[in-house]
């Protein structure tokens, strides 16, 4: 198991901005693709963003290009999304989860938009926009 451990979140008014931490306990941050997602009742799991460990860019959904910043830090093995401007619709429960992987299928997009690829989990942050 590679236990994910989610804290960040809360709530906030239209405009503002929220962090958002993913942290790995425990366990050597390599070879990793971390992802965000977020849900809301009723709706599919939608994808935001994601990095691979090893470095290079992170990649967005465009519903948060812009707007979205996801960071990692490797000497505390944690992953972040920085959200700011945020907007009603950014409402949701937000996940990170990560799976071993190159850093090819990471940052195509091909595999890493889809949260059924993901095996590990974390908890799940509730993020709510009020106007």
């Known amino acids: 198991q590679v236990p994910l451990v989610e804290s960040g979140g809360g709530s906030v008014q239209a405009g503002g901005s929220l962090r958002l931490s993913c942290a790995t306990s425990?366990?050597?941050?390599?070879?990793?693709?971390m992802g965000w997602f977020r849900q809301v009742p009723g709706k599919e799991r939608e994808g935001v963003g994601g990095?691979?460990?090893?470095?290079?860019?992170?990649f967005y959904a465009d519903s948060v290009k812009g707007r979205f910043t996801i960071s990692q830090d490797i000497g505390k093995n944690t992953v972040y999304l920085q959200m700011n401007s945020l907007k009603l619709e950014d409402s949701a429960v937000y996940y990170c989860?990560?799976?071993?992987?190159?850093?090819?299928?990471?940052?195509?997009?091909?595999?890493?938009?889809?949260?059924?690829?993901?095996?590990?989990w974390g908890q799940g942050a509730q993020v709510t926009v009020s106007s």
């Open positions: 989860a990560g799976e071993y992987s190159s850093r090819y299928d990471c940052a195509s997009g091909s595999r890493s938009h889809d949260s059924t690829w993901y095996t590990y």
């Open positions: 425990g366990q050597t941050w390599r070879d990793r693709c």
């Open positions: 990095i691979w460990s090893g470095g290079g860019d992170p």
